[in-house]
């Protein structure tokens, strides 16, 4: 239990199993010039804390350090230069690390707020989803109504979140899911599909023979490839991570590195068709003014989108953060629909 004016944060010491984790305790943080400490009511669980604590994570810095990629709370001081009016705002933050904490500082321009009526938890499902989601569908894809795509792993953390907002721009889904949950994906408007199948590639093409305005890959691998192969004249490839190798040994960076190569060739040839590697982070070294411009019209509109009921928030489960590691877990068995929330 969290008392009052005590920092309470989990840490990843290193390459270690879930139940290594490690709590740390201290004073609360205060905040520099232009900084806001939010005090945390929510972050949660996503595919990177899992590489992370495999030493897998593209760019994650060298242990030992606080993971959290993003975290829901109300800003509660401000610091010098900031708004004083800001404390008290329930805000949304994307930090990459150190979102798994009681209290959080992170400069206010890249706090968001959250709008009134949106709990917690659920705005917490829709920060590195959402935002990942919507700039890949809205900045990337460009999807249109009418136009069809394809999700792989449409009953995931960042899928779930693309297929509505897919559906909510007009287009027709087609989404891969294990058999369980092809009843719920048809009751949203999906057209499901078994990613167990051996034929998986054809069956796609079956429903859609003149191939796919957009395909979304988490998964890499050889299995890009087929996904590249999917797309119609024009169409778009969409690839966000390397789930195939999460538990691969040998240089962190290679899948990275290999997909990043066909995904230059591909594009290099006068074939009709593009690709990208989406990083939610691209473009923060060269202009932080516009990466947080961008990033803070994005969330405002997923979470308009959610308020508006447009988009659901799908909350696997919640539990104490000094209950991470059960947590990390529950998210990695596979077993869950939605994000796993930590609460402090």
Same mark, same amino acid.
Request: hydrophobic share 45%; no cysteine.
């Given at each position: 239990?969290?008392?009052?004016?005590?920092?309470?944060?989990?840490?990843?010491?290193?390459?270690? $199993?879930?139940? #290594?984790?490690?709590?740390?305790?201290?004073?609360?943080?205060?905040?520099?010039?232009?900084?806001?400490?939010?005090?945390? $009511?929510?972050?949660?669980?996503?595919?990177?804390?899992?590489?992370?604590?495999?030493?897998?994570?593209?760019?994650?810095?060298?242990?030992?350090?606080?993971?959290?990629?993003?975290?829901?709370?109300?800003?509660?001081?401000?610091?010098?230069?900031?708004?004083?009016?800001?404390?008290?705002?329930?805000?949304?933050?994307?930090?990459?690390?150190?979102?798994?904490?009681?209290?959080?500082?992170?400069?206010?321009?890249?706090?968001?707020?959250?709008?009134?009526?949106?709990?917690?938890? =659920?705005? =917490?499902?829709?920060?590195?989803?959402?935002?990942?989601?919507?700039?890949?569908?809205?900045?990337?894809?460009?999807?249109?109504?009418?136009?069809?795509?394809?999700?792989?792993?449409?009953?995931?953390?960042?899928?779930?979140?693309?297929?509505?907002?897919?559906?909510?721009? #007009?287009?027709?889904?087609?989404?891969?899911?294990?058999?369980?949950?092809? $009843?719920?994906?048809?009751?949203?408007?999906?057209?499901?599909?078994?990613? +167990?199948?051996?034929?998986?590639?054809?069956?796609?093409?079956?429903?859609?023979?003149?191939?796919?305005?957009?395909?979304?890959?988490?998964?890499?691998?050889?299995?890009?490839?087929?996904?590249?192969?999917?797309?119609?004249?024009?169409?778009?490839?969409?690839?966000?991570?390397?789930?195939?190798?999460?538990?691969?040994?040998?240089?962190?960076? @290679?899948?990275?590195?290999?997909?990043?190569?066909?995904?230059? %060739? @591909?594009?290099?040839?006068?074939?009709?068709?593009?690709?990208?590697?989406?990083?939610?982070?691209?473009?923060?070294?060269?202009?932080?003014?516009?990466?947080?411009?961008?990033?803070?019209?994005?969330?405002?509109?997923?979470?308009?989108?959610?308020? +508006?009921? =447009?988009?659901?928030?799908?909350?696997?489960?919640?539990?104490? %953060?000094?209950?991470?590691?059960?947590?990390?877990?529950?998210?990695?068995?596979?077993?869950?629909?939605?994000?796993?929330?930590?609460?402090?």
């Amino acid at each position: 239990m969290n008392r009052t004016g005590e920092l309470v944060e989990i840490v990843l010491p290193g390459k270690v $199993e879930p139940e #290594g984790l490690t709590t740390r305790r201290g004073p609360v943080p205060v905040p520099g010039p232009g900084q806001v400490v939010i005090r945390t $009511e929510a972050t949660g669980v996503s595919f990177a804390e899992q590489q992370m604590r495999r030493g897998r994570y593209y760019d994650q810095p060298p242990f030992p350090f606080v993971p959290g990629y993003d975290l829901v709370g109300t800003v509660s001081t401000t610091g010098e230069g900031v708004d004083p009016a800001l404390a008290g705002t329930r805000v949304a933050a994307l930090v990459k690390v150190g979102g798994w904490a009681s209290h959080v500082v992170v400069d206010a321009a890249d706090a968001v707020p959250v709008p009134d009526g949106v709990g917690a938890a =659920e705005a =917490e499902t829709l920060v590195l989803n959402g935002v990942t989601a919507w700039q890949m569908l809205h900045r990337k894809a460009r999807v249109r109504p009418g136009h069809t795509v394809v999700v792989l792993g449409a009953n995931g953390g960042v899928g779930s979140v693309l297929v509505q907002l897919a559906l909510a721009a #007009g287009a027709r889904v087609i989404g891969t899911a294990s058999a369980r949950h092809h $009843e719920a994906l048809r009751a949203q408007g999906v057209v499901p599909v078994d990613y +167990r199948a051996d034929d998986l590639a054809a069956r796609i093409r079956a429903l859609a023979p003149h191939g796919a305005d957009a395909v979304f890959d988490h998964v890499g691998g050889r299995g890009i490839v087929d996904s590249w192969r999917l797309l119609a004249p024009g169409g778009t490839l969409v690839s966000y991570g390397t789930a195939s190798t999460r538990d691969a040994e040998g240089l962190k960076q @290679w899948p990275v590195l290999k997909l990043l190569g066909r995904v230059w %060739l @591909w594009n290099a040839l006068p074939n009709r068709r593009r690709a990208y590697f989406y990083n939610v982070w691209a473009g923060r070294a060269l202009s932080r003014g516009r990466f947080r411009a961008r990033l803070h019209a994005d969330l405002t509109q997923v979470l308009a989108a959610l308020g +508006r009921g =447009e988009v659901s928030a799908r909350v696997a489960a919640r539990l104490p %953060l000094e209950q991470a590691a059960e947590a990390l877990r529950l998210a990695e068995s596979g077993t869950v629909a939605g994000k796993v929330v930590l609460i402090p």
